[in-house]
C-alpha cells in the first residue's frame, strides 16, 4: 500500500469512526499536559544552568572553619575543586596518590588564599581497610568539622577499546577507583559531615561524586568506564534519598568533556569547558539539576552539556540504540586516531 493510500485509509477511518468527545479531550490533555512538561523542564535547564544560583558554600560551612575533602586533587577538574573551595573560605585537605604533587598543590593554595591545607596521600587502586581506617581517623579529628566531600577521583580507559581486548589490569583499576575506592571514601567520611552537622559546626553537609556522559549513555569501547559511572549514579541517588532527612546533600554531577589529562584535550570550546569553568558552573549551582531535571540528586551544572543532556533524554532517550550507534562510531573514530598517532610516532623514533 502506498503511503497516499495509508494516508488516506486513516482519514476514511478518522470520518467514519469519529472519536468520542471524551476521548479527544484525553488525548487532547495529555498532549497539552506532556508538552508543557517539555517546556517546563527546558526552561528549568535555562534557568539552572544560566541564571538561577543553588545553595551557597556558607550553607556548608565556609566562613565557619569546616574543611572541604577534594580527592583527585593534584590534577585537572579536582584541583579545580580545591582551589575554588579554598577560595570560598574552607579550609581543604587533598586526597591524592602522588606525595610530592599534593605536596606542590597544597603550598600553592597557602600562598594564594592562606589557609589551612593539609594533605593525605592514598593510592585509589591499592587502598585497603587499612588506608581507609586512616583516612577515616585522620578526617574525625580535623578542627573545624568537615562541611563538604568531593569524590573526583576516577580512572578512564587508557584510549578506546573493545572490551574483550581490555586488560585485566585496566579493567580492575576502573572499577576499584571508580567504584570500590568512591563508596570506601565516602564511608570513612560520612561520620565527620555528621559529627560537623551535630556540632554545628555547619549547618548542612555535602558530597559531590563526578560522573560523566559516558555513564549517562552506553559508551562501546569505554565499556568498563561506562558502567562504573553508571553505578555512580544509581549509588549516588539512592544515597542522596538516604542522607537528606540528616542534612547531607548529595549530587552526582554529570559532565561531558573536559580539557584535562584525562581527556587528552587542551583546546577548550563552546561544548569542551576548562575544569576552571566547569567547576566554577558546579559550585554556583548546588542542589540545582541543570540538564538532568527528570534525575534527583543528580545535576549536569555546565550550560552546553546541560543542554545536550536534555536533548538526548527527550529527543532520543539515553539508553536508545541511535544514541549507543553513534557512541560506538565516534570512538571507533577516536581509537583509529590514536592508534594511528601510536603508529606514527613508533616510526619516526
Ligand atoms: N576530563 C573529562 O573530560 C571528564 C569528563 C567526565 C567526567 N570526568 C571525571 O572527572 C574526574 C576528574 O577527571 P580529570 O579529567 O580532572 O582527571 P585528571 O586530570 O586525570 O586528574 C586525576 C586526578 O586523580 C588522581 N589520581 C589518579 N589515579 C589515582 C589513584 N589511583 N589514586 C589516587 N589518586 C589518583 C591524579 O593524581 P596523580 O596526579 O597522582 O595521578 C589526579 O589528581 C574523574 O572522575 C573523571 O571520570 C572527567
Known sequence: M?????????????????????????????????LGNLFGSYLAVLLDTLVRRGTPLTTYGS??????????????????FAHQLARAGFKVLLVSRTQSKLDAVASELKEKYSGEVATFALDAASAGDKEYSQLAAFVDDLEGGVGVLVNNVGQSHEMPVPFAETTKEEMHQIIQINNVATLEITRAVIPALQKSIKTKKSKRALILTMGSFAGLTPTPLLATYSGSKAFLQGWSSA??????????DVELVVSYLVTSNMSKIRRTSAMIPSPKAFVKATLRSLNRRGGAQERAYTSTPFWSHGLLHWWIENALGVYSRIVAVFNRKMHVDIRRRALRKIAKSANTQ
Open 63 to 80: 566562613k565557619a572553619g569546616a574543611w572541604a575533602v577534594v580527592t583527585g586533587a593534584t590534577a585537572g577538574i579536582g584541583e579545580q
Open 2 to 34: 502506498s503511503f497516499t493510500a495509508f494516508t488516506q485509509s486513516i482519514v476514511d477511518l478518522a470520518v467514519l469512526n469519529p472519536l468520542p468527545g471524551a476521548v479527544l479531550a484525553i488525548i487532547t490533555l495529555f498532549g497539552v499536559v506532556k
Open 239 to 248: 544515597l542522596g534519598a538516604e542522607l537528606a532527612p540528616e542534612g547531607i
